[in-house]
T-cell receptor, first 113, second 112 residues
Framework: GAGVSQSPSNKVTEKGKDVELRCDPI?????LYWYRQSLGQGLEFLIY????????KSGLPSDRFSAERTGGSVSTLTIQRTQQEDSAVYLC???????????FGPGTRLTVL | AQTVTQSQPEMSVQEAETVTLSCTYD???????LFWYKQPPSRQMILVIR??????QNATENRFSVNFQKAAKSFSLKISDSQLGDAAMYFC?????????FGKGTRLHILP
C-alpha cells in the first residue's frame, strides 16, 4: 500500500503558461481533495471528488482553475494562464469517505515567475 | 459557513514539558468530526488525533490528548512530554460532511 503520490514535486513556470498537477490517491479511496497552501498559511480548500458524484468546486479561486478525476482514481489539477499569485504548494488528499481521515500527498510546489 | 481560529501563531515549549494548543471553531452542525494535523518541515501532513463530536470522552493518542468542549466550540490539543520530533505546524480541522476546514496553524518549537 503506497500512500498518496503527487507529481511533479516542484514546478517552475512562466507567467501565462498552463500547468498540470497530478495526484494518485490511495487505492480504494473514493474521496479525493485538492488544497492550496501559500507560504506560512493554512490550507485552502479547492475542490473535492466523491465517487461518481459531481465534484464540489466551491473552493476554486477562478475559472483558470479546473480539475478532473478519471476512472475514480487519478486526478489532475490544471491551472491556465498562471499568475504569480498562484505560487503555492498544492496538496492532494484522499480518504475512504466523507468522515474518514484524509491521507495527504507530499505536495507540489508551484513557482510562477 | 464554518470558521476555525487558532489564536497562537507560534509557541515554544521545553523538551519533556507539556504544551496546549488552542482552537475554536464556529459551526451550526451537531454531528461532526474534529482533527488535529501535524505538518513537519518535510511538508507531509499527518493526522495526530481525531474526535467525534457526539462523544463526550476526550480522545487520547499516546502523548497527545484533546480537551473538547462542544458547547464552547473549543478543541485544544495537549502534548505531554514534548519531544524534538514534535516540532511542526499544527492545524486544527473540524470536518462536516464533505469538507475539512483548516485553521491557519500554530507553529510549535521544541527547545532542547
Amino acid at each position: 500500500g503506497a500512500g498518496v503520490s503527487q507529481s511533479p514535486s516542484n514546478k517552475v513556470t512562466e507567467k501565462g503558461k498552463d500547468v498540470e498537477l497530478r495526484c494518485d490517491p490511495i487505492s480504494g479511496h473514493t474521496a479525493l481533495y485538492w488544497y492550496r497552501q501559500s507560504l506560512g498559511q493554512g490550507l485552502e480548500f479547492l475542490i473535492y471528488f466523491q465517487g461518481n458524484s459531481a465534484p464540489d468546486k466551491s473552493g476554486l479561486p477562478s475559472d483558470r482553475f479546473s480539475a478532473e478525476r478519471t476512472g475514480g482514481s487519478v486526478s489532475t489539477l490544471t491551472i491556465q494562464r498562471t499568475q504569480q499569485e498562484d505560487s503555492a504548494v498544492y496538496l492532494c488528499a484522499s480518504s475512504l469517505g466523507l468522515r474518514n481521515e484524509q491521507f495527504f500527498g507530499p505536495g507540489t510546489r508551484l513557482t510562477v515567475l | 459557513a464554518q470558521t476555525v481560529t487558532q489564536s497562537q501563531p507560534e509557541m515554544s515549549v521545553q523538551e519533556a514539558e507539556t504544551v496546549t494548543l488552542s482552537c475554536t471553531y464556529d459551526t451550526s452542525e451537531s454531528d461532526y468530526y474534529l482533527f488535529w494535523y501535524k505538518q513537519p518541515p518535510s511538508r507531509q501532513m499527518i493526522l495526530v488525533i481525531r474526535q467525534e463530536a457526539y462523544k463526550q470522552q476526550n480522545a487520547t493518542e499516546n502523548r497527545f490528548s484533546v480537551n473538547f468542549q462542544k458547547a464552547a466550540k473549543s478543541f485544544s490539543l495537549k502534548i505531554s512530554d514534548s519531544q524534538l520530533g514534535d516540532a511542526a505546524m499544527y492545524f486544527c480541522a473540524p470536518n462536516r460532511d464533505d469538507k475539512i476546514i483548516f485553521g491557519k496553524g500554530t507553529r510549535l518549537h521544541i527547545l532542547p
